[in-house]
């Protein structure tokens, strides 16, 4: 089992659609979460930034971490055509710079 | 501002060819450095890391290898490349409070 699960997708939603991705993990220790939204072609981007449990909400984008559940959500409201790209999550204890990834999961917007 | 560059952006290399992909980060000092391949389709796979001058740690053995040779520069080489290096080669730089941040890759077709 992956210490990082996330469904590779594709989604496919209509423009202006609610999204939710999802990541799931194992390791307790994972204290930070991020979520990065890579275009094809192009070096993943940082999006969100989020430490431990709650919500962190920036213009369209929310991050939610459920740390009870092992479980983290980015949800993007009022979906555009320019949000079609791969996002991946990642994550890291307290200690150390090392990030652990999901796979990444492919997001289509059709218009 | 920081900013990541990383050239050539794209490579075409016959098996058994040498290679050297560059990465150099403006706008900090000592920082973190990582090299990772991500296949098609897939995830991040971390190859090296450094937390300074000469100091390299590998993740995956193969027949990669990184240098640091200055402070804001990291370069990660290869004798002889195999079919099995085909990928994206992407370059990041980690801040104090953990998180990462990606150069625009370098997409490496060996043939």
């Known amino acids: 089992q992956k210490e990082v699960e996330q469904d590779p997708g594709p989604l496919s939603v209509p423009e202006g659609a609610i999204v939710s991705l999802n990541c799931t993990y194992s390791?307790?220790?994972?204290?930070?979460f991020m979520w990065y939204r890579q275009y094809s072609r192009k070096g993943p981007e940082l999006l969100m930034y989020?430490?431990?449990?709650g919500n962190k909400e920036d213009g369209r984008f929310t991050a939610q971490v459920d740390k009870s559940s092992k479980y983290i959500s980015l949800f993007i409201r009022d979906s555009q055509p320019s949000d079609s790209a791969t996002y991946l999550c990642?994550?890291?204890?307290?200690?150390?710079?090392?990030?652990?990834f999901g796979g990444g999961t492919r997001l289509m917007v059709k218009p | 501002s920081q900013t990541i560059h990383q050239w050539p952006a794209t490579l075409v290399q016959p098996v058994g060819s040498p290679l050297s992909l560059e990465c150099t980060v403006e706008?900090?000092?000592?920082?973190?450095l990582y090299w990772y391949r991500q296949a098609a389709g897939r995830g991040l796979q971390l190859l090296f890391y450094?937390?300074?001058?000469?100091?390299i740690s590998s993740e995956v053995p193969q027949n990669l290898s990184a240098s640091r040779p200055q402070d804001r520069q990291f370069i990660l080489s290869s004798k002889k490349l195999l079919l099995s290096d085909s990928g994206f080669y992407l370059c990041?730089?980690?801040?104090?409070?953990?998180?990462?941040?990606f150069g625009p890759g370098t997409r490496l077709t060996v043939l």
């Open positions: 990041a730089w980690s801040s104090p409070g953990g998180e990462q941040f």
């Open positions: 390791n307790s220790a994972f204290q930070y």
């Open positions: 989020t430490y431990s449990s």
């Open positions: 990642a994550m890291k204890p307290n200690a150390g710079n090392m990030l652990t």
């Open positions: 706008g900090t000092s000592n920082p973190n």
């Open positions: 450094s937390v300074g001058i000469g100091q």
